[in-house]
Nanobody, 124 residues
């Protein structure tokens, strides 16, 4: 069993920055891809970013490219999402998740463990 705990969310003005962290328990972390997803009120959960087990490959949704950076520290069982130049449309609950394989996937059904989420609110 893997448990994920997200932190780092909060309220920030447009143009500001936040760094989300996701601490994982369990031995599968270092051998699995990790992803960040978000869900805004009234909308479906959407892919934001993913990173391979080694950290050498990453993928982003077009709307965050150049502004968000995903990284991981396998020694600390932690994955991060650095978010810069935040926009009001980035407001959502952000979730981290463990992939079912070592390689990157952007498909929500290919993630098997999920955290409880952390709220990010960006004011205009």
């Amino acid at each position: 069993q893997v448990q994920l705990v997200e932190s780092g969310g909060g309220l920030v003005q447009a143009g500001g920055s936040l760094t989300l962290s996701c601490a994982a328990s369990g031995r599968t972390f270092s051998s699995a891809a990790m992803g960040w997803f978000r869900q805004a009120p009234g909308k479906e959960r959407e892919f934001v970013a993913a990173i391979s087990w080694s950290g050498r490959s990453t993928s982003y949704v077009d709307s965050v490219k150049g502004r968000f950076t995903i990284s991981r520290d396998n020694a600390k069982n932690t994955v991060y999402l650095q978010m810069n130049s935040l926009k009001p449309e980035d407001t959502a609950v952000y979730y981290c998740a463990v992939g079912i394989s070592p390689g990157i996937t952007t498909t929500i059904r290919e993630y098997r463990y999920w955290g409880q989420g952390t709220q990010v609110a960006v004011s205009s």
